[in-house]
């Protein structure tokens, strides 16, 4: 018997992994943001990953920012607009780049890594109680393994 193609098989999206990880996320951020308000935290909570880098490595370019979190130039900009209003962050020249920022936090946004953190590790709690522990290691293996095979392929797509 021949193999399906591709465009032949029949296509169920709640069986399909970019459907069901796009839907995951999209809950999960709703979950945190809920999250984070109940405990006071007012930004929103897709500036998570920005803080994240910063947290990692403060004094962070733009540009490496965008690249990180795999977000156009416009996306990084509004993020840090809010981070920068809602005084987490400050922005200052880059010395090897004129035209480039770096993105250093302030004493408020160095503070948050503990709250962000406790709410994050509490959603993880609440959602995955149900969840054994072989079963998540399983998945995120798995899908650090997507993630891997996907960002190879898109530097071979940009490559191209």
């Not at 959603?123 to 995120?140: F, N, P």
Request: charge should be neutral; aromatic fraction near 4%; hydrophobic fraction near 35%.
């Amino acid at each position: 018997m021949k193999k399906k193609t591709c465009s032949e098989q029949e296509f169920n999206p709640y069986d399909h992994i970019g459907f069901l990880t796009n839907r995951i996320g999209r809950l999960l951020a709703n979950h945190m943001s809920e999250k984070m308000e109940n405990q006071g935290l007012q930004f929103p909570s897709s500036c998570i990953g920005i803080l994240a880098d910063l947290w990692a490595a403060d004094g962070v370019n733009q540009k490496d920012l965008g690249s990180s979190l795999i977000k156009t130039k416009s996306s990084i900009n509004k993020m840090l607009t809010a981070l920068e209003s809602d005084g987490m962050i400050t922005k200052a020249n880059d010395p090897n780049d004129k035209r480039g920022k770096l993105i250093f936090l302030t004493s408020r946004g160095k503070d948050m890594q503990k709250e962000i953190e406790s709410a994050s590790t509490c959603c993880d709690q609440h959602i995955l109680e149900k969840v054994s522990a072989a079963d998540l290691k399983t998945t995120k293996r798995v899908l650090a393994q997507y993630y891997e095979m996907l960002l190879q392929q898109n530097q071979i797509d940009i490559n191209e």
